[in-house]
């Protein structure tokens, strides 16, 4: 399972996509509201916007006024479930979300505890459109029903932590298990690229790797020389220190 979190300015353009009320959602059929939480019921996106606006009204130096969150447990997990265990995932998720302090390196508080648990929220499941596979999209206001802030600070790392939370409980495969998994069909595809090479060049490594469905994104210093690079496929990030063996992937030793 994983999960993504981002805090927007323009909650409304966010509410109208995941309701499926947004011009640009090709599939609406495919949206089921799960729940709103802290307000009136079955509004359409406009009237969940304004009582989110209205939760907020009291707090104009909050730019971003909502935090958008998308979570995706693997499909072999949620084949057989109800509105009620989606529900209850979203519950689960957001407890766990909000039961984090997060520190930094040097041992900070970066981020405290939040609480979307308490805070307007309206909950929507997706189904993508060719897989069919199922993931929740969430609005969630900034301030919570006690007026306090929900702090954006590491957001996406506070989502991130949840659904491996939450995974582990549930006997789940975890976002890092995935990665893991997968590294070893990354690295034999990086040497099958080096492979492929007639002369070696980053034009030519970044060209077979995009062929093979990945991006590369390279990492230089001030010098702009080269000193590192990270790639990704899908939602996933590969390291160059992580691929291969004995490091021989890394941007020095190819």
């Not at 059929?29 to 939480?37: A, F, G, Q, W």
């Not at 997990?77 to 766990?96: I, K, R, S, Y």
């Not at 034999?188 to 060209?207: F, I, N, P, T």
Request: net charge positive.
């Amino acid at each position: 399972m994983i999960a993504n979190a981002k805090a927007v300015a323009h909650g409304i353009r966010a509410m109208l996509y995941v309701s499926g009320e947004s011009r640009n959602k090709k599939h609406p059929e495919k949206i089921t509201r799960i729940c709103d939480n802290f307000m009136p019921q079955g509004m359409g996106a406009s009237g969940i916007w304004t009582e989110m606006k209205f939760a907020t009204m009291d707090r104009p130096d909050i730019k971003n006024n909502v935090i958008r969150l998308e979570i995706s447990p693997a499909m072999e997990h949620t084949g057989d479930f109800t509105v009620e265990d989606w529900q209850q995932l979203w519950n689960d998720f957001a407890a766990a979300y909000d039961d984090q302090t997060i520190l930094d390196k040097d041992g900070k508080v970066i981020s405290v505890p939040t609480n979307i648990s308490g805070s307007k929220s309206s909950i929507w499941l997706h189904e993508e459109s060719n897989s069919g596979i199922p993931h929740l999209h969430a609005i969630v206001s900034r301030v919570d029903e006690k007026g306090n802030i929900n702090n954006d600070h590491a957001i996406h790392l506070r989502a991130q932590r949840a659904a491996e939370m939450i995974a582990r409980q549930r006997g789940w495969t975890t976002a890092q298990h995935i990665h893991e998994t997968n590294i070893p069909k990354v690295s034999a595809d990086c040497m099958e690229a080096l492979r492929e090479l007639d002369k070696w060049s980053w034009d030519g490594y970044q060209e077979r790797l995009t062929a093979k469905g990945y991006e590369l994104y390279l990492r230089k210093d001030k010098k702009d020389v080269i000193r590192g690079y990270v790639l990704l496929k899908g939602n996933t990030k590969f390291k160059a220190s992580e691929l291969g063996k004995g490091r021989n992937l890394t941007a020095s030793r190819i």
